[in-house]
């Protein structure tokens, strides 16, 4: 299948990564890999911001301590060892001697402290790295990581591009890390590729770092992100050979229509780590929504099942809670709010929601994130026939792009809104950020925009991210569920299994457990394209 990229702008670049077939299966350097994407940056600075806008090409662009293989065990990458003291409250990392950031200047100790530091003041995710009390550098290639308490998925958090090793040569220079200017123009990174061009909403063009660390690598000469808003037309440039890979397919006839493609494989292998929870949050704040009362009868008159038998045709699992099944830490023991409108509109006749002449009780506004069609804007719609059963009036209110839509959710301009967050690994990592009181933080998506607050619950969370006995944590995390399951800050709908097409010439696809969320400097082309 001919592989090639639809931007007359790049035409020659590609063209000229596309030389001579090589036809062996041992890992060959060059060739270009155009990846077809919906998603739109808006920086790419992913120690400050999360989503995989934005987390995607950090991966490629900036290197991380550790790395992660499909089995989730932990491998050397900026750090070639670390040692954890007896006690679990000090991490000792030994760096690589030899790597250098992409203007040449040495990766030292002060780099990953800086950038520590950075990821703990401006990152949404606020317990990735919550234990950390401090970063001490007795050497240019030493790190001791500090800790409050024993952190278990430490190590785990830094395989992601959740904690990038960002140059403080560079973001040091007493700037706001958020808005720097480095974020989008001459990034800076020690990654495998370099970010040589972006377009907005067009492309971003990653080209090979000659002088990174891991000798021989990156096999591809480049990476580029072809975007394409509409998931329809993703799918035909990827038929015409238009695209290489595209990950985080979730359009239930996109994947059914791509696997027939014989020229493609298609898999959901990839996502292991991501663990993506679809859900309906709620603004529990202000408005109706902010009653317990109303959101569990919005919960009573949705149909989860419907949702994934007949919306999704099976292709999505139903989820009941804040961790996702097949996690070691997910109970089915909670609260499921099974169909039935009769307790719904008990609920809100309880809450004092009186039916009106036109059979009305209250209106409210639905928000879905832009370009998941399948599992956000027709979920959307569904959810405004069912609630008007009971007599909610609902508007879908579209965003534009992302931006829009996380402007709006992040200031709390929402009564109720789709998305998607990941568990990314542990609990620690994905899913305290979502309901402790603390991070609550107007402006910042994927924080706790529901503004839900519970001490007990900040209790439990704190609890289990410092506990290393596997029953024990266990025991917390199933309480904190069942308690989530009656207060309902969010009603969880389904476990999206992403899908990911790729040509059947590629070596190595992104199938560990981050996916294309990791450096991808392995990959190849058993037959380059020509």
């Not at 990766?107 to 919550?130: M, W």
């Not at 958020?178 to 590729?193: D, E, L, W």
């Not at 039916?355 to 599992?375: C, F, H, W």
Request: with cysteine.
């Amino acid at each position: 299948m001919l592989r090639k990229f639809g931007l007359a702008a790049l035409a020659a670049t590609v063209a000229a990564g596309a030389a001579t077939a090589v036809t062996a299966d041992t890992p060959k350097k060059g060739g270009t890999l155009v990846m077809v994407s919906s998603q739109v940056p808006r920086h790419f600075n992913p120690a400050v911001q999360s989503g995989i806008a934005t987390m995607a090409p950090g991966a490629h662009i900036f290197a991380t301590l550790v790395r992660a293989d499909a089995n989730w065990k932990i491998h050397p990458y900026l750090a070639k060892s670390w040692t954890t003291s007896a006690d679990g409250k000090s991490v000792t990392f030994k760096l690589r001697t030899d790597a250098t950031f992409h203007d040449g200047k040495p990766v030292t100790s002060a780099d990953v402290k800086f950038s520590i530091e950075t990821q703990k003041a401006n990152h949404p995710f606020k317990t990735s790295l919550g234990a950390v009390t401090g970063v001490e550098t007795p050497d240019a290639h030493t790190v001791v990581v500090k800790l409050k308490h024993p952190h278990p998925a430490l190590t785990l958090a830094m395989s992601t591009s959740i904690v990038p090793i960002i140059p403080k040569h560079v973001y040091g220079d007493g700037q706001n890390p958020k808005t720097h200017p480095r974020n989008i123009k001459n990034v800076v990174g020690s990654g495998a590729y370099i970010l040589k061009e972006y377009k907005r909403a067009q492309y971003i063009l990653l080209e090979r770092n000659p002088n990174y660390f891991l000798k021989g690598r990156p096999y591809m000469d480049r990476i580029i992100y072809k975007i394409i808003r509409d998931s329809s037309s993703r799918v035909i440039a990827m038929e015409r050979g238009e695209g290489s890979l595209q990950p985080f397919m979730s359009e239930v006839a996109s994947i059914a229509r791509l696997k027939k493609d014989k020229d493609l494989v298609v898999t959901d292998k990839g996502y292991a780590g991501i663990g993506p929870n679809t859900w309906l949050a709620f603004n529990t704040k202000e408005g109706p929504t902010s009653d317990v009362r109303v959101r569990q009868a919005i919960a009573y008159a949705i149909d989860r099942a419907f949702i994934t038998k007949e919306l999704h045709r099976g292709v999505s699992t139903p989820s009941t809670g804040p961790i996702v099944p097949g996690s070691p830490f997910y109970t089915k023991e909670v609260e499921t709010y099974d169909l039935n409108l009769k307790k719904a509109e008990a609920l809100l006749e309880e809450a004092g929601h009186k039916k009106k002449a036109d059979g009305t009780r209250l209106e409210l506004t639905i928000d879905y994130l832009p370009a998941v069609p399948d599992v956000q804007q027709r979920i959307a719609e569904y959810a405004r026939a069912q609630l008007k059963k009971v007599g909610i009036k609902v508007t879908v209110r579209n965003s534009p792009d992302f931006p829009t839509w996380a402007k709006r959710i992040s200031n709390w301009q929402f009564d109720m809104t789709m998305d998607l967050p990941f568990n990314w690994g542990d609990p620690v990592i994905g899913v305290h950020r979502s309901y402790l009181c603390n991070n609550i933080k107007k402006g910042v998506i994927w924080s706790n925009t529901q503004q839900y607050c519970n001490p007990k619950v900040d209790q439990l969370l704190e609890a289990a991210g410092k506990e290393t006995d596997q029953a024990k944590r266990r025991a917390l995390y199933v309480e904190f569920q069942q308690i989530l399951a009656q207060e309902l800050p969010v009603y969880w709908i389904s476990v999206l299994p992403y899908h990911t097409a790729y040509d059947k010439n590629l070596g190595n696809p992104p199938v560990g457990i981050w996916g294309i969320v990791s450096p991808m400097d392995d990959i190849y082309w058993k037959k380059q394209p020509k």
